[in-house]
C-alpha cells in the first residue's frame, strides 16, 4: 500500500511529487502515457505569467503570483533555463487604452509589483520591431520564461532522487474508496492500492473527480496551435509580446524562447478528443493573421515546427479546483489547470503537498537531495572545457545532433538518469536533439540505434512517443543486425 497516488506527471503532477517527497511518505506517480511532460505541459507558451490577466481572489491570480515569484529560485535548484524577459501586452488603438487601464488595476488588486504603462516612444526604444500600429503597452517586468518539459523532467528527477517511484504507461481507469483506504484499477486491469490520492491528470481530471464526488466538474479540452521560428530571428524581440485583449479576443503572443528560437501562437479552439493534437491549416492560418498585428513583416519562411497543446478548461468554475474533495477524504484534486498552470505548478506543489501531508500526519524528512541528474552540455562549453571532457569521455567529442551541438554522452546520460528517456520524443525533450533547423533528419537514425544499445532491445522496438509511434518497420534483410 502506498501512501499517496499522484495520477498524471506533468509539470503540477511532479511539482506536487517533488514537494511531497520532503515528507516521510511513500509516493507513486502513475503515468498514462510512457513518459513525464506528455500532456499540456509539453507544449504551451512557456510563459512565467506575471499575473494580472487572472480574476483577483480566484486560484488563478493567487497562484500565478506566487508560482512566478518561486520561479527564480525553483529553477535554479532544477538546473533548469529561467529569464524575466518581461512581458508587454500592446494596443493598437487609442479605443484599446481602457482595456490596457483595466489590466494595470487587476494586476495591482493580484499584488504583481512594477507594472506601468508605457507610450509609443518608449515600446518602440523597446522593441524596435513591432507594429507601426502600436499606441501603448502595459510593461510587466516579472514576466519570464523557461522551458516546460525542461522543468517538469527535472522536478521528477529530483522527486525521483527523494524516493518518488514513478510507473509509466499506467493509464487509470477507476478510482474507488474502499475501508479508509482507495483502489486504482489501470486499462490494463493492474490494480494499486493508497491512503490518498491526487488527481493532477489535466483533460482526464473531471472524469476521475467525478467517479468519488458529487461535485461535479466537466473539462473542455481547448487547443492552441503555434509555428516555432528559426534561431536566425532570435533578436527580433527580447520580451514576450501579448495583444490587448479586445472586439477581436486575446489574439496571440510573439515571444523569444530559453533556447532562442520564436514561437508564434496559441489560436483558441474547443475540440472533442483530449488527444488532438495535430496542427491544421485553419488553426495556422488565423495564427498567421492575428499574429501579424504584434509583427507585420513577420517571416513565416523561417518556420522550422508547428506544434500545438490542449487546454484543460473547467467549465463550471472557470478556475483551478485544488484540495480535497469535499465528500472524498484521502481524494485530492489539482483540476482544470489551464494557462497560468505551469508559472504556478511550483505554488501548488507546495500547498497540495502540505495539505497531503497534513491530512495523512506525516513528518518532514530530515535531509533532502539536491541531485537533478544534470550532466555536461556541449553547447555551453568553451574550446578548453570541451577538451578536457573528451579526454575523461571521448562520447562529448561526438556529435550526434548538430543543429543543437549534442554529443552522444548527452544522449546516453539522459536515457540512464532516474527517470530516463525511452522515447525518440523523450530524448528530444531531455536533450534538445531532433529540435533543431532539421528537426531530427540527420540525428534520427542515430538516436535510435543509441536507444535501442541503451535499452537492449531491437530497433523495430523503438517509439517516437510509445505505443504505435513505432520508427523502424521492418528490414529489408532481416539477416542484417
Ligand atoms: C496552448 C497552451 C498554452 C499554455 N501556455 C501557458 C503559459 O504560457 N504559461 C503558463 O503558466 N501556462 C500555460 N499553459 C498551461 C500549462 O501548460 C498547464 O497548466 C500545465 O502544463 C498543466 O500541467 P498538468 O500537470 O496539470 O497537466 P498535463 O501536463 O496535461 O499533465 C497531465 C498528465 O496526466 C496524464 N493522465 C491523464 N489522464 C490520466 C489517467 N487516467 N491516468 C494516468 N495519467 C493520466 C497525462 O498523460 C498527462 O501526462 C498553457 C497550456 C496550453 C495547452
Known sequence: MNDVIIVGAGVVGCSIARELSRYELDVLVLEGKEDVASGASKANSAIVHAGFDAEPGSNKAKYNVRGNEMFEQTCRELHVPFIRNTSLVVAFSDEELPNLQKLLDRGIQNGVKGLRIIDRDELRALEPNVSKEAVAALLAPTGGICCPYDLTFRTAENAAANGVKF???????????????????????????????????????????????????????????????????????????????????????????????????????????????????????????????IWTEIPFRKAITTFSGIRAHETTKHDFVLGEAPDAPGFFNALGVESPGLTSAPAIGVDLAQEVATKLGAKKKETFSDDVSDWQRVRELSPDELNKLIEKDPRYGRIICRCETISEAEIRASIRCRVGATTIDGIKRRTRATMGRCQGGFCTPRLIEILADELGVPQEQITKAGGESLMVLSRLFPEDK
Open 167 to 293: 510507473l509509466f504507461n499506467k493509464p487509470v481507469k477507476t478510482v474507488k474508496p474502499e475501508d479508509g483506504f482507495w483502489t486504482l484499477v489501470t486499462e490494463n486491469g493492474e490494480t494499486f492500492q493508497t491512503r490518498a490520492v491526487v488527481n493532477a491528470s489535466g483533460v482526464s481530471s473531471a472524469f476521475l473527480n467525478n467517479q468519488v464526488s458529487a461535485t461535479k466538474y466537466n473539462i473542455q479540452p481547448r487547443r492552441g496551435e503555434y509555428v516555432m521560428l528559426d534561431k536566425s530571428e532570435k533578436d527580433c524581440f527580447k520580451a514576450t509580446m501579448f495583444q490587448c485583449p479586445g472586439p477581436m479576443g486575446k489574439g496571440v503572443l510573439v515571444s523569444p524562447t530559453v533556447d532562442g528560437t520564436i514561437i508564434v501562437g496559441p489560436t483558441s479552439e474547443d475540440i472533442e478528443s483530449p488527444d488532438a493534437t495535430e496542427t491544421t491549416a485553419f488553426g495556422l492560418d488565423k495564427m498567421r493573421r492575428l499574429s501579424t498585428r
